[in-house]
C-alpha cells in the first residue's frame, strides 16, 4: 500500500496557499462545523471586545485578532464547542467627535443648531460606514467569527441587556450583605471641550496631543504665613510659593496652588 504524500512546492507563493486555503474552508463550510461537531454542554464562550467601524481596519487590528483567534482555535482544538459572537462598538467620544468635526459644531450646538435626534441620527448613520472593509480583511486574514449575527451596542437589546447586567449585580449582595456594586472615587482625566471623563484609550487617540508655545507670564507669589495659611507650611523656616499665570489676552488667568 503507498504511503501518502506530502504535497511538494517548486516555488513557495504564500498568497496563493492563503487563497487556497480560504477558498477550501468556504466550500466546505469549515467554520460552522467546527462548532456544530462539538457537544453544546462543553463550551469555551468567545465574545469580541467589539471594534468600531467608522474608522478603517490596520495592521494592528490584524495582529490583535491573530491572537484572539490563536485562543478559540486552541479550545477548539481541545474540544471545545467555540461560538465565536463578533461586535460593532458604536459608542464613544471618537464617534462623537468625527461627527461634530463633519458638521461643523460643537457640544453647546447640540439642541440649539442641531436637534438631539438629528444629532443621534448622524452619529448612528457613520459608526458602520466602513463595516465592508472589516469584513472583508477579517474574511481574508482567516479570522473565525459570526459577522452574520454580530452584537451592535446601539441595539435596544444589547442595552437592554447590560442594564439587566449592573442591576443584578445591584441585587446580589456579598456574605456581608454588600451590594456588588459599589460607589468609588477616581482620579480620571477630564476635557473641557467635550464636557465628559477620557479613557486611556481616547488619551491615546491621534492628534490628542500637539507642541504649542505658551506666551503667557507666570509669576511666582510669596505667601506670608498667618493663621490662615498656616497648613501650607511643613515648618516655620519654609519658602512657600504660588504660581500664577496670565494667558495671552482674552483668556481666564488661572492659578496652581
Keep these: 500500500m503507498a ?4 504535497r511538494e512546492f517548486k516555488q513557495l507563493h504564500l498568497p496563493d496557499i492563503d487563497q487556497e486555503i480560504l477558498a477550501q474552508w468556504q466550500m466546505e463550510d469549515t467554520f460552522r462545523k467546527s462548532i456544530e461537531q462539538r457537544d453544546p454542554e462543553h463550551s469555551f464562550v468567545f465574545y469580541e471586545g467589539p471594534p468600531s467601524a467608522n474608522g478603517k481596519p490596520g495592521i494592528h487590528h490584524v495582529m490583535a485578532r491573530t491572537v484572539k483567534d490563536l485562543f478559540c482555535r486552541y479550545n477548539t482544538l ?3 464547542r467555540v461560538e465565536r459572537k463578533g461586535g460593532w462598538d458604536t459608542h464613544g467620544l471618537p ?4 461627527v461634530e468635526k463633519e458638521l461643523g459644531i460643537t457640544k453647546e450646538d447640540i439642541g440649539k443648531s442641531i436637534s438631539v435626534d438629528d444629532y443621534n441620527g448622524a452619529c448612528r448613520s457613520t459608526v458602520l ?3 465592508d472593509l472589516w469584513d472583508d480583511i477579517t474574511r481574508k486574514m482567516g479570522y473565525w467569527v459570526d459577522l452574520d449575527n454580530p452584537y451592535i451596542t446601539f441595539d435596544n437589546k444589547y442595552i437592554e441587556s447590560c442594564w439587566h447586567l449592573l442591576r443584578t449585580l445591584y441585587d446580589k ?4 450583605g454588600e451590594s456588588y456594586l459599589y460607589k468609588g472615587f ?7 471641550a467635550a464636557g465628559t471623563g477620557l479613557s486611556s484609550h481616547e488619551l491615546n487617540l491621534p492628534g490628542c496631543y500637539k507642541e504649542v508655545t505658551d506666551i503667557s507670564a507666570i509669576a511666582m507669589f510669596k505667601v506670608k504665613r498667618n493663621e490662615a495659611s498656616a497648613f501650607l507650611f511643613d515648618d516655620e523656616r519654609e519658602d512657600v510659593r504660588i504660581p500664577a499665570r496670565q494667558p ?4 481666564y488667568p488661572a492659578m496652581w496652588p
Design 95 to 98: 464617534v462623537e467627535l468625527q
Design 173 to 176: 449582595r456579598t456574605g456581608s
Design 186 to 192: 477616581t482620579i480620571q482625566p477630564f476635557s473641557p
Design 248 to 251: 495671552p489676552h482674552g483668556h
Design 129 to 131: 460606514r466602513y463595516k
Design 78 to 80: 481541545k474540544g471545545f
Design 3 to 6: 504511503q501518502p504524500r506530502y
